[in-house]
């Protein structure tokens, strides 16, 4: 098992514009071999924003590479920040994490 995640620092005031964001784009995850589940995940909030995470399940890291090369993976973020980039305090931090046990 793969999980990859991106973590967002999005500012204060603009946790509601990031969700509708995420529930209202196209993943096009179920076209990809190896995806099992997708998560996004709300942390804890500081001064200046609110942490987010969004997590996502693969069978295997090689599956994960798979759909960030695939065309499902073009169409999913080809409008990726779009009219809101000002939400964002910087961009997206990625972690991969293999399942040791």
Not at 14 to 42: C, K, M, N, Y
Not at 71 to 92: M, S, T
Request: charged share 30%; hydrophobic share 40%.
């Amino acid at each position: 098992m793969y999980i990859a995640m991106n973590r967002f620092r999005i500012a204060k005031g603009s946790e509601a514009d990031f969700e509708q964001i995420w529930a209202e784009r196209e993943t096009f995850l179920d076209e990809v071999p190896g995806f099992v589940e997708f998560h996004l995940l709300r942390g804890p909030e500081a001064e200046d924003h609110t942490l987010y995470a969004s997590h996502s399940v693969w069978e295997t890291e090689d599956a994960f590479i798979g759909w960030t090369k695939s065309e499902a993976f073009r169409k999913a973020h080809a409008k990726a920040g779009g009219a809101k980039k000002d939400i964002y305090l910087g961009p997206p931090q990625f972690e991969g994490f293999t399942s040791v046990l």
